[in-house]
């Protein structure tokens, strides 16, 4: 088992900047990939941005240039680091972790509000 648990979301205007934090506990020797998803009011969750634990970061299209993920495995953490927010940013962002056994994990989720 592994557990989640976000924190760092919140209100900001329209081209400000927040950094969420994700801290995992438990089964975390056997995490491989984490990342960052957003599900916004009647809308379907989409990949935000993910790392795995060696190889490429993928961002989507939409926040490139804008977001940077980043991960410390030595203290278990992930961070996303988001600049030049819009209002199109707003929606619970999910921290996300996936084990070497491919069983997926997701955090409570932390509100992000943008506002122009």
């Known amino acids: 088992q592994v557990r989640l648990v976000e924190s760092g979301g919140g209100s900001v205007q329209a081209g400000g900047s927040l950094r969420l934090s994700c801290a995992a506990s438990?089964?975390?020797?056997?995490?491989?990939?984490m990342g960052w998803y957003r599900q916004a009011p009647g809308m379907e969750r989409e990949l935000v941005a993910r790392i795995p634990r060696d190889g490429m970061i993928k961002y989507a299209d939409s926040v490139k240039g804008r977001f940077t993920i980043s991960r410390d495995n030595a203290k278990n953490t992930m961070g996303l680091q988001m600049n030049s927010l819009k209002s199109e940013d707003t929606a619970v962002y999910y921290c996300?972790?996936?084990?070497?056994?491919?069983?997926?994990?997701w955090g409570q989720g932390t509100q992000v509000t943008v506002s122009s």
């Open positions: 438990g089964s975390i020797s056997r995490i491989n990939d």
């Open positions: 996300y972790a996936e084990t070497s056994a491919w069983a997926g994990y």
